[in-house]
């Protein structure tokens, strides 16, 4: 008898959350882009990255974000490639950017310079200064290679609405693909939401003093996404919280409520050096060494091995 | 009998907001650039740009945000350098940036490519294709004069706390050059918060149901800044609404209550180009016509055009 409830999701999600516009052409694109490769003997990865922008007034000045950069969807989709999967990086808008993201810490202008020995005025070469992007010509190479065999297929969001909408598009785009597909949800999503039907249209006035919220709780979408839409996939949730003491037994509680494959669990102050994965059976720690942090690796190469081994396990146990 | 007002606000900065570390390092930093400047004959403006970040946890995985890219900002700063002022720009992080907002939308590695003719692999220059930045010698050009010149001073602040501490610390250091000072108020400022003291350490969980938050109104900077910080500098503020009917009544009253020089008042979806310069005596519209936004004119040169003239009477009119 689980219909009532998952229908009440789907209905709450078309009555509550705005449907983006270009939804259905998303969708077309993505089970395209899936296709595609799943024919070419590729598995294809759904990753969510990034904040959901949260309006708390229709025309809108104001909303609740969550913090992320972005970070973590952005290098992971990188060491998938590398893996030999392609990738749906739906995305937070400005958020972190496969390959990309190595711009983000200077200032591009301070990067670039005219080229020596080139004529004098507006009209000469500007080169990359590649002492301060020693990585430039690597990256760059790269970057074109993933263009050029179309192994990522970037979808924006900007608003908690356009994400649920666009995942539950993903989920039924990618279910065509049955075991090849995973879903890597690591954007931060928000858990409260003001609905459209309670929602001021205009710029709350400061006038009227202090502000009271009111925000319900965001529906679970995570059970239609395991249940209904893509019930053949490889399902990966993450769970941040700040108070390491109650993070395993959340992941578990997650693991038993949703039935899906794993979750990985990491507090805010480590997360770029300690993960768990947290499976219905086993639980594996990844820990950056300080020799790993001095040559660079970074976490995510450790978290995309582990989950592409055991997606490759449970494609297997799928078959068998 | 002004004072127990104004050293309440002074004493709630100090209780409620998180004052930043680094407060007193930049205002020297301030300080030392605004009499270097005016020094040298150069009027002084503190631009302000960007969204507020307002933390509901103190470990913060969720914040309120103000929408604001920080363009009308940073291309403020371009115009205000062009007239002879050295700018302090107090932004947001990763809002937009003088010179470097040019790059918002496009993917920095969809601009570079391997200079044709160098040796293959990855030792060779790695170049911008003016195809898709024709701009970019310009704008490089410029970047590289104003570094020089040492005309701008970038500060950064994330959260409404650090924007409060380092605002009163700029007013404080720029007070010392009087009425060749102004202050351009145009970042986004968060109307409401949550004490530092009911601030819960942790991620609100959302297993405890539906958000009940409450939230209480940020004090009136403006008010300290132009009665105490700064009482001779000329001071502009900006007012957002959504609302076109309400706008000009606002800004008149702001102006009746802070007694500063101008209100730019703008309407969030007419914004870029359309605004009115109010002050107590005038009220000037600024349009930017068919012609002007195909010529890719940008209402920033217009307001600072309009408040450098402004600027000039009342350092006149203060003298005289």
Redesign the interface.
């Known amino acids: 008898m689980a219909e009532p409830r998952i229908s009440s999701i789907d209905g709450k999600l078309a009555e509550e959350f705005a449907v983006p516009s270009h939804v259905e052409e998303v969708k077309e694109k993505m089970a395209a882009f899936a296709s595609f490769h799943a024919e070419a003997g590729r598995k294809v990865v759904l990753i969510t990255s990034g904040g959901t922008k949260v309006p708390?007034?229709s025309?809108?000045?104001?909303?609740?974000?969550?913090?992320s950069s972005g970070r973590r969807g952005a290098s992971s989709a990188e060491y998938f490639i590398d893996s030999g999967y392609a990738v749906i990086f739906l995305h937070r808008h400005r958020s972190l950017?496969p390959?990309?993201r190595m711009?983000l810490t200077i200032?591009?202008?301070d990067a670039?310079?005219?080229?020596a020995g080139g004529v004098p005025g507006?009209?000469?070469?500007?080169?990359?200064n590649?002492q301060v992007l020693p990585n430039?010509?690597?990256?760059?190479?790269r970057?074109e290679e993933v263009k050029e065999s179309r192994l990522l297929l970037p979808i924006e969001f900007n608003t908690l609405s356009e994400y649920l909408h666009l995942l539950k598009a993903a989920a039924q785009a990618l279910s065509t693909i049955g075991s090849k597909a995973m879903f890597y949800l690591a954007a931060?999503v928000?858990?409260?939401y003001i609905p459209a039907s309670e929602m001021p249209?205009?710029?709350?006035q400061?006038s009227n003093?202090?502000?009271?919220?009111?925000?319900?709780?965001?529906p679970k979408i995570l059970s239609p996404l395991v249940k209904d839409w893509a019930p053949q996939a490889f399902v990966i949730s993450f769970k941040?919280?700040?108070?390491a003491s109650i993070l395993l037994d959340k992941a578990r509680r997650a693991l038993d409520t949703y039935r899906h494959q794993a979750v990985v669990a990491n507090v805010?102050?480590s997360r770029r050096g300690y993960v768990v994965v947290v499976t219905p059976e086993t639980q594996a720690e990844l820990i950056l060494t300080e020799e790993d942090v001095k040559n660079e690796v970074e976490i995510e190469e450790r978290i995309v091995s582990n989950l592409t081994s055991a997606h490759d396990n449970f494609i297997t146990q799928q078959v068998a």
Do not use: W
């Open positions: 708390l007034e025309r809108t000045v104001r909303f609740l974000d969550n913090f950017y390959y990309t711009f200032n591009m202008l670039l310079e005219f080229q507006n009209t000469g070469e500007v080169v990359v590649q430039i010509a690597k990256v760059l190479k970057y931060a928000s858990d409260f249209e205009h710029k709350i400061s003093g202090p502000l009271q919220l009111s925000m319900k709780m965001v941040l919280e700040t108070d805010l102050d």
